[in-house]
């Protein structure tokens, strides 16, 4: 049972374009994190939300985390080729324990 | 200033064989974990350790799968004996305890033929 489903799976577009993806759950997580993945390497941590609400951002990247701390978005404004890679949701559930859920991913190609 | 370090990058192994992988967590870290990563299933916690102790083993997949942390700069995932099915890229990860951030380490493609 995967915990955490992002949506789309795959995203393939052209520089200068918007885009959001969507990471839901029906479990309430304590806090909630996004990981950028690149080929051949581990994912990287981008943005960590703990309040429902909360929004940050990150340059052209804005994470959000939904109000019951059941899900999360991260938006893109004017994708560019580096945006490239895989983006994972991860979420850490109240247990108050180290581990993390990941979720499914999305893999985004951003062409020139 | 060094990340997690993991040994080797690539192996290809026949069904049968034992499969050993090796992973250097960042000097201070408490926390190791490893994963394993699939198209299919995506990115698995397959064991944690604090303070070199397993906290939770209930993502290995059987008893073919075994880690240790014989000490705080260094952990092994074994397969014994190794299945197709195994093949993955095995990612170990570390942290602080009071962040939330976990640094992953490059992975281990494994392919068992």
């Known amino acids: 049972t995967q915990l955490l489903e992002q949506s789309p799976q795959f995203l393939s577009i052209q520089e200068g374009e918007n885009l959001t993806v969507y990471c839901n759950s029906s479990?309430?997580?304590?806090?909630l994190q996004w990981y950028r993945q690149e080929p051949g390497e581990g994912p990287v941590l981008l943005v960590t939300?703990?309040?429902?609400?909360e929004v940050k951002k990150l340059k052209r990247l804005t994470f959000q985390f939904g109000d019951a701390r059941k899900d999360s978005s991260l938006h893109i404004t004017a994708a560019q080729p580096g945006d490239t890679g895989l983006y994972l949701c991860?979420?850490?559930?109240?247990?108050?324990?180290?581990?993390?859920?990941f979720g499914t991913g999305t893999r985004l190609l951003v062409s020139p | 200033d060094a990340g997690v370090i993991q040994s080797p990058r690539h192996e290809v192994t026949e069904m049968g064989q034992e499969v050993t992988l090796r992973c250097k967590p960042i000097?201070?870290?408490?926390?190791l974990f490893w994963y394993r990563q699939t198209m299919m299933r995506g990115l698995e916690l397959l064991i944690y350790?604090?303070?070199?102790?397993?906290?939770?083993d209930s993502g290995m997949p059987e008893d073919r799968f075994s880690a240790k942390m014989p000490n705080a700069s260094f952990s092994t995932l074994k397969i014994q004996p190794s299945e197709p099915r195994d093949s993955a890229v095995y990612f170990c990860?570390?942290?602080?305890?009071?962040?939330?951030?976990?640094?992953f380490g490059p992975g281990t493609r494994l392919t068992v033929l």
């Open positions: 990860a570390s942290s602080f305890p009071s962040s939330n951030e976990q640094f």
């Open positions: 479990s309430v997580f304590s806090s």
């Open positions: 939300v703990v309040t429902g609400g």
């Open positions: 991860a979420g850490r559930l109240p247990t108050g324990f180290q581990k993390l859920v």
């Open positions: 000097s201070g870290h408490d926390y």
């Open positions: 350790f604090n303070n070199n102790v397993p906290i939770d």
